[in-house]
């Protein structure tokens, strides 16, 4: 089963974005964004465990939420405070079991979805 990614778009500093990951089929799974800027290695950037358990990269700490509407299969980034470094291609990934900081260790991954932003 996919993930699809939506919800990207170029914004100005200090804006907002919701991303959105459609997610069917993936109930108890760890669920995950990672993001990747053009020459950088893919980073963790939050996560949601199966007992409800949110982690997220110091970077974004208290600018980004993670959630999840599992009556309706969708995973949410919700990133306010946008900075310029935030400007990557965003992925949705799914892990059996707990999460894992690693990239490696999930299986399911989405397309991706572009955010840019400017200064």
């Known amino acids: 089963v996919q993930l699809a990614e939506s919800g990207g778009g170029s914004v100005q500093a200090g804006g907002s974005l919701r991303l959105s990951c459609a997610a069917s089929?993936?109930?108890?799974?760890?669920m995950a964004w990672f993001r990747q800027a053009p020459g950088q290695e893919r980073e963790g950037v939050a996560s949601?465990?199966?007992?409800?358990?949110?982690t997220y990269t110091d970077s974004v700490q208290g600018r980004f939420t993670i959630s999840k509407d599992n009556a309706k299969s969708i995973l949410y980034l919700q990133m306010n405070s946008l900075k310029p470094e935030d400007t990557a291609m965003y992925y949705c990934?799914?892990?059996?079991?707990?999460?894992?900081?690693?990239?490696?260790?999930?299986?399911?991954w989405g397309q991706g979805t572009q955010v840019t932003v400017s200064s």
């Open positions: 990934a799914a892990r059996g079991g707990y999460c894992h900081a690693d990239s490696s260790q999930y299986l399911n």
């Open positions: 089929g993936y109930n108890d799974y760890c």
């Open positions: 949601l465990d199966t007992d409800g358990t949110t």
